[in-house]
């Protein structure tokens, strides 16, 4: 306690003495720093805890790390795509927080640490907040989202808006992951041309090439943890109700969950810890069981797979995947480390309703209740934005926007989910009888017949702690049914010599060196366990650290900019 308050006196006058000596530099830290600035870490794979000690050493300033970020946006998007917008106020925000920390206040882990938002989040700010389209370009909202907000007030840079899947993949039924109107086909970094998955996939992408420390996506239905596999990093659906999801462009309001990735698990659960907690204009947060939401981080610990009781839905993934299948051969391997770490696996721990989901997918029955809450949903955002330039006041106006807009690429890319929700589904909006009955449903086929009856059919009195399976696998739409938290951490690659597949437009659907991830489920409420079991994993196997690199990296480092 004192030593800590002498600490901050004595930041106090080091900046006095600072002020003194160079009145008219952007602000630092005390110059404690020990470091030669070659050897500071690659921006491609920098950690919070890193940022944070060369901020408090005064190794650099917020002001060069997010000018550092910003060179290499530029250096790279004309390849991936991947930043649709970097904030104007951005720089002057990180002198700010500069200033601040030369004055000894520290808001926390995240303290002048720039992240990138979804282009479906929205901000009160210079930054545009479109999903991707057109049809909101220009268009302003009166405050914050919660989210945005939340990292503001942990001291976080708001950079800019990244690209996604246009409107979060609810338009068409024959468009690409991570294409939308304004920027194009992003791509990954890991082969040329790869489909980066979606519909977070900016997120994903920027955050694998160190465009900034991390990024929030959106997920209805494994919209954060897919590009987030197929791009080498860490990414959490966090429990839905966790996360606000006020004044973010939505989908469903029973399954959509605001989520960071980043490229460790920490990262990722400081990221979470700011983000998380209740929020009066989503009410669905009033279900949070914790007074004080945890800090995520804080407990990570790489023996907490010891003891844990994990589960495998072992019928399901021989029912998609081939022993041969390079994820099913790397997800055995992964089974063996767990089990080495001090888990005990449960295999055959089966979704009982699988059928009966599978016949709900294929028939779009799932998708219409979906439908029916975008429909809600829609009118909802677009009637509180201040500023509303092309008067579109619901999905009917939607359609209407994009059959007429060229650059919409109608019908190229087609409106077959709008014209779903408004056209077919049984009632106006989510509030009748049958969208309550489809709701029952989907607690059903994602919760007792499927990862929550899996969890407690075995395992003693309280069940299993989390089941594992490996990405490219269907239950991450069983869990996000039923609002559950996932969390990927990077599991493996195809080999080197993979032959690539392309689709109809063109876009790498396989490819040599592609990533792919291992996901643990759990119960609502869970994240931390999740997170936990995840950081075991890393730290046992740092697939990400010893795995291929990106085939195009930004050169631009903190060192450029001192
Ligand atoms: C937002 O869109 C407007 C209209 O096209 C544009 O002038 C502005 O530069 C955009 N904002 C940013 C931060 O790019
Ligand atoms: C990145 O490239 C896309 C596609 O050309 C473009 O829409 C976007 O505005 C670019 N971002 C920046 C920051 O220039
Ligand atoms: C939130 O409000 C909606 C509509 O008023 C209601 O249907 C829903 O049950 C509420 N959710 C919670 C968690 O209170
Ligand atoms: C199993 O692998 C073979 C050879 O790679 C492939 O032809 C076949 O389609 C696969 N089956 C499934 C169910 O994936
Ligand atoms: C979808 O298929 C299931 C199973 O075959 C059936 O019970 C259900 O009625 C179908 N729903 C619709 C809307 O067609
Ligand atoms: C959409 O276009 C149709 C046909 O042009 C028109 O009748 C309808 O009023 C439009 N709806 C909206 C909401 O703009
Ligand atoms: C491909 O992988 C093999 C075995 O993992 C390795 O020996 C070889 O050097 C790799 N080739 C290239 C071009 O990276």
């Given amino acids: 306690m004192s030593s800590y308050l002498l600490e901050r006196w004595s930041l106090t006058f080091l900046f006095l003495l600072g002020v003194l000596s160079m009145a008219t530099a952007s602000p630092?830290?005390?110059?404690?720093?020990?470091?030669?600035?070659?050897?500071?870490?690659?921006?491609?794979?920098?950690?919070?805890?890193?940022?944070?000690?060369?901020?408090?050493?005064?190794?650099?300033?917020?002001?060069?790390?997010?000018?550092?970020?910003?060179?290499?946006?530029?250096?790279?998007?004309?390849?991936?795509?991947?930043?649709?917008?970097?904030?104007?106020?951005?720089?002057?925000?990180?002198k700010a927080l500069d200033s601040e920390r030369s004055r000894g206040k520290i808001r926390g882990p995240l303290h002048g640490v720039p992240i990138l938002l979804k282009d479906n989040i929205a901000t009160l700010d210079k930054l545009n907040t479109t999903a991707g389209s057109y049809a909101l370009v220009g268009a302003k909202v009166k405050r914050d989202s919660t989210v945005a907000a939340k990292l503001r007030s942990a001291g976080a840079i708001v950079l800019g808006k990244v690209g996604l899947s246009q409107w979060s993949n609810h338009r068409s039924s024959?468009?690409?992951?991570?294409?939308?109107?304004?920027?194009?086909?992003?791509?990954?970094?890991?082969?040329?041309?790869?489909?980066?998955?979606?519909?977070?996939?900016?997120?994903?992408?920027?955050?694998?090439?160190?465009?900034?420390?991390?990024?929030?996506?959106?997920?209805?239905?494994?919209?954060?943890?897919?590009?987030?596999?197929r791009n080498n990093l860490v990414g959490i659906r966090p429990t839905m109700g966790l996360t606000s999801r006020a004044l973010v462009i939505p989908i469903s309001e029973r399954q959509d969950s605001i989520g960071p990735m980043a490229r460790t698990v920490k990262d990722t659960a400081y990221i979470l810890s700011a983000i998380a907690g209740k929020c009066s204009a989503d009410n669905y947060t009033s279900a949070i069981p914790f007074d004080k939401i945890p800090e995520y981080w804080r407990d990570l610990n790489k023996d907490?797979?010891?003891?844990?009781?994990?589960?495998?839905?072992?019928?399901?993934?021989?029912?998609?995947?081939?022993?041969?299948?390079?994820?099913?051969?790397?997800?055995?391997?992964?089974?063996?480390?767990?089990?080495?770490?001090?888990?005990?696996?449960?295999?055959?721990?089966?979704?009982?309703?699988?059928?009966?989901?599978?016949?709900?997918?294929?028939?779009?029955?799932?998708?219409?209740?979906?439908?029916?809450?975008?429909?809600?949903?829609?009118?909802?955002?677009?009637?509180?934005?201040?500023?509303?330039?092309?008067?579109?006041?619901?999905?009917?106006?939607?359609?209407?926007?994009?059959?007429?807009?060229?650059?919409?690429?109608?019908?190229?890319?087609?409106?077959?989910l709008w014209e779903a929700d408004t056209e077919k589904l049984p009632c106006e909006d989510n509030t009748c009888k049958v969208a309550w009955d489809l709701t029952q449903l989907r607690y059903r086929l994602g919760g007792e017949g499927g990862i929550l009856g899996a969890l407690a059919s075995a395992g003693g009195p309280d069940g299993?702690?989390?089941?594992?399976?490996?990405?490219?696998?269907?239950?991450v739409d069983i869990a996000a049914i039923a609002g559950l938290p996932v969390v990927t951490v990077p599991l493996g690659f195809r080999s080197n010599d993979t032959v690539v597949e392309k689709d109809e437009r063109g876009v790498v659907t396989t490819a040599p060196n592609e990533p792919f991830g291992l996901l643990f489920i759990g119960k609502a409420w869970d994240d931390q366990k999740l997170l936990n079991f995840a950081y075991a994993f890393e730290q046992k196997t740092q697939v990400r650290k010893n795995g291929p690199k990106q085939y195009k990296r930004p050169t631009a480092q903190i060192k450029d900019f001192l």
């Fill in 464 to 475: 299993l702690d989390a089941l594992i399976v490996p990405a490219h696998y269907a239950p």
């Fill in 174 to 229: 024959n468009s690409t992951p991570g294409w939308s109107s304004r920027h194009g086909q992003i791509t990954s970094g890991y082969y040329p041309g790869l489909r980066p998955e979606g519909s977070s996939s900016g997120s994903a992408v920027a955050t694998d090439l160190g465009l900034a420390l991390g990024a929030l996506g959106t997920d209805t239905s494994g919209s954060i943890v897919t590009p987030a596999w």
């Fill in 304 to 416: 907490s797979l010891r003891g844990a009781k994990i589960g495998i839905p072992s019928a399901v993934i021989k029912d998609i995947m081939n022993s041969t299948d390079p994820f099913r051969v790397e997800f055995e391997k992964a089974v063996d480390i767990i089990r080495d770490l001090g888990a005990t696996i449960h295999e055959n721990r089966e979704f009982t309703d699988y059928e009966d989901y599978k016949a709900f997918t294929l028939n779009f029955t799932l998708y219409s209740i979906c439908g029916m809450e975008f429909k809600t949903g829609i009118k909802k955002y677009l009637n509180d934005l201040a500023v509303n330039p092309n008067n579109i006041k619901d999905a009917f106006g939607l359609i209407n926007y994009t059959r007429s807009d060229s650059r919409e690429e109608y019908p190229d890319r087609n409106v077959f």
């Fill in 28 to 94: 630092v830290g005390p110059r404690s720093c020990k470091i030669n600035p070659a050897d500071l870490p690659d921006l491609i794979d920098i950690t919070i805890d890193e940022i944070s000690a060369h901020l408090r050493d005064g190794c650099f300033s917020s002001y060069q790390l997010t000018s550092a970020y910003i060179a290499r946006i530029r250096q790279v998007n004309c390849t991936f795509h991947a930043v649709q917008e970097i904030n104007p106020d951005a720089l002057d925000i990180a």
